[in-house]
Nanobody, 115 residues
């Protein structure tokens, strides 16, 4: 499975970004997928996860500001992020697998939020 993120960039506080994660390869092995992030000097944290049955989970720090979605026809996972804050600055990673912990990870896409 290959996961490729895109959509990161520089945005002002209060702005929005939509991240995409294109999956290829053994798509059936990524029934569940999610987004994680790591800021400099901090541990990796979960942003949002979508379990195969459609259940979603959001990290407390982003709850109410982000939405995870998936287009199975395009084998693509999305993360819509609104009302971005400087503390959202991090490298965002897409991950997937049959269960958590996810075995498949993308290379990451940088999100920088300026104040």
């Amino acid at each position: 499975v290959i996961l490729v993120e895109s959509g990161g960039g520089l945005v002002q506080a209060g702005g929005s970004l939509r991240l995409s994660c294109a999956a290829s390869g053994s798509i059936r092995s990524v029934a569940s997928m999610g987004w994680y992030r790591r800021a400099p000097g901090k541990e990796r944290e979960v942003v949002a996860v979508m379990i195969s049955a459609g259940t979603t989970y959001y990290g407390n720090s982003v709850k109410g500001r982000v939405t995870i979605s998936r287009d199975n026809a395009k084998n693509t996972l999305y993360l819509q992020m609104d009302h971005l804050k400087p503390e959202d600055t991090a490298t965002y990673y897409c991950a997937g697998g049959r269960e958590i912990p996810f075995p498949h990870w993308g290379q990451g896409t940088q999100v920088t939020v300026s104040s």
